[in-house]
């Protein structure tokens, strides 16, 4: 059950990881969520789906190791069963015709942007991706993402791949071009702040733009709380109501100041965890 079959170091500290599980591989839809323990006392991890295979019946996930709960998950090897498994959880993307969708990839947002990106292409849309990075070190999928593209574009901050500077730039460009490749939609999936500048930089050409928010989410089911934003003035639980939305309708601020929350019990996790390991 929930057998690891693949591990694959993409970046540092970033794994990509295919587990068996036949029963959530056919249901499986773009934009959706999991719910991964480790072992028995391991953290609940919400992981979106990164791609699957009904099929071969098994799911991958893209996992970034900041913390105690996601350091447990990477250090289990091939072969070995995660404690749990539960999905596929939250609202699908809305896969629409939308004509020309530019999509959006910050950092480990780029797990996520792939499937709906796949779907997008595959509704007959045409997919412009904007890939970023700190670094060309961090940079991962780089080809899966040209494979659905009609066009792909990578940033690094330093200039080491790619364009030198942010994801905004281009998508600026891109939404001052001429009529005849006018965005109909925009995806933006990556660190909050970005996200939050790439719905700013698309509100005065009044493209509707979708972010998700899976990254406030904490037990992924609707029963904690802890995933609370705001979305129009209305309270939404990331979980059960998205984990898209409308990235001009999110009260940004709000939601980045959540984000540091828990940082003090993160850093005690991860000192006990560290502690038990030597």
Same mark, same amino acid.
């Given at each position: 059950?929930?057998?690891i079959?693949?591990?694959t170091?993409?970046a540092a500290?970033?794994?990509?990881l ?10 499986? /839809?773009?934009g959706?969520f999991l719910?991964?323990?480790s072992?028995?006392?391991? =953290?609940?991890?919400p ?5 699957? $295979?009904? /099929?071969a ?5 893209v996992?970034?190791?900041?913390g105690?709960g996601?350091e ?8 070995? &069963?995660?404690y749990?498994? @539960?999905?596929?959880?939250g609202?699908? !993307? ?6 020309t969708?530019?999509m959006?990839?910050g ?9 709906i990106?796949?779907?997008?292409? =595959?509704?007959? /849309?045409?997919? +412009?991706?904007?890939q970023?990075? #700190?670094?060309k ?6 080809? #899966?993402l040209?494979?659905?593209s &009609?066009?792909?574009? @990578? ?11 942010v994801?905004?730039q ?7 071009a001429?009529? !005849?490749? #006018?965005?109909?939609? *925009? ?11 790439? !719905?700013?930089?698309? /509100?005065?050409? #009044?493209?509707p733009? *979708?972010? !998700?928010?899976?990254? *406030?989410?904490? &037990?992924?089911?609707g ?6 934003v ?10 059960? $109501?998205?984990?898209e939305? $409308? ?13 540091? +929350?828990?940082?003090?019990q =993160? %850093? ?6 560290? %502690?038990e *390991?030597?």
């Amino acid at each position: 059950m929930n057998r690891i079959c693949a591990k694959t170091l993409l970046a540092a500290n970033i794994y990509e990881l295919v587990v068996e599980a036949p029963r959530v591989a056919r249901k499986a /839809q773009p934009g959706q969520f999991l719910v991964v323990m480790s072992d028995e006392t391991g =953290e609940r991890i919400p992981l979106t789906i990164a791609d699957f $295979d009904p /099929q071969a019946g098994t799911v991958t996930m893209v996992v970034m190791v900041i913390g105690a709960g996601t350091e447990k998950i990477c250090s289990l090897e091939c072969g070995d &069963d995660l404690y749990a498994l @539960i999905g596929p959880l939250g609202e699908p !993307s809305i896969i629409e015709d939308y004509g020309t969708v530019v999509m959006v990839a910050g950092g480990v947002g780029t797990a996520p942007i792939y499937p709906i990106a796949r779907a997008l292409r =595959e509704s007959g /849309q045409r997919v +412009i991706t904007i890939q970023g990075a #700190r670094t060309k070190e961090l940079l991962f999928w780089t080809d #899966r993402l040209k494979a659905v593209s &009609d066009q792909h574009i @990578i940033t690094t901050d330093d200039g080491s791949c790619g364009r030198k500077g942010v994801v905004t730039q281009p998508l600026v460009e891109l939404l001052r071009a001429e009529p !005849s490749e #006018r965005v109909g939609c *925009v995806y933006a999936i990556g660190p909050a702040v970005m996200m939050k500048f790439c !719905s700013l930089a698309t /509100q005065p050409f #009044r493209v509707p733009t *979708v972010v !998700s928010l899976n990254s *406030v989410m904490v &037990d992924g089911t609707g029963m904690c709380g802890g995933c609370r934003v705001e979305i129009g003035g209305e309270t939404k639980f990331t979980c059960v $109501d998205g984990p898209e939305f $409308d990235g001009h309708l999110v009260d940004w601020n709000l939601l980045l100041s959540r984000q540091k +929350i828990y940082c003090e019990q =993160e %850093k005690c996790a991860l000192e006990t965890l560290h %502690k038990e *390991v030597s």
